[in-house]
């Protein structure tokens, strides 16, 4: 929806840009009586549009990082409790976490899911490391 508007991705009078312009005229609208918080969030800020990040709209940016190795294994252990394994949880996510710098909760979320599904395909009752 934030897409810059004028570029290739816009053929003059898109629907995407039709809804960024009436989502800017209703931000707009609000006022700091109104109690209202809007939050978004975006791994490519490089190509929003600029009027959404002028003051009094998302003019606040904060930038949260890739999970460190210890915020990692804490992930890998909550997606990994409701799987069978035939080792320690908290070690698995410990060696996991230490496999995979630089991944997001949704890539470790991804890992945990594709390993159940491995396991299941290969009709085993585990996910087991390999």
């Known amino acids: 929806v934030g897409r810059k508007r004028g570029g290739r ?6 629907e995407q840009e039709n809804t960024l312009n009436q989502l800017l005229v209703e931000m707009d609208g609000f006022n700091t009586t109104t109690n209202v918080v ?3 969030a975006t791994n490519r800020i490089d190509i929003l549009d600029q009027a959404l ?7 606040r940016q904060i930038f949260v990082p890739a999970p460190d190795i210890k915020g990692r294994a804490s992930i890998f252990k ?14 698995l996510s ?19 899911n594709e390993a159940a599904l491995i396991a299941a395909r290969d009709l085993n009752e ?3 490391m390999k």
Not at 9 to 14: A, L
Not at 94 to 99: E, I, N, P, S, T
């Open 38 to 40: 809007v939050l978004a």
């Open 126 to 128: 585990n996910i087991i």
């Open 9 to 14: 991705s816009f053929g003059g009078h898109s």
């Open 78 to 91: 909550v997606h990994l409790q409701p799987l069978k394994t035939l080792v320690d949880k908290a070690e």
């Open 94 to 112: 410990r060696k996991m976490a230490a496999l995979t710098p630089g991944f997001t909760g949704a890539d470790i979320a991804n890992v945990c």
């Open 53 to 59: 990040l002028r003051p009094g709209r998302f003019d």
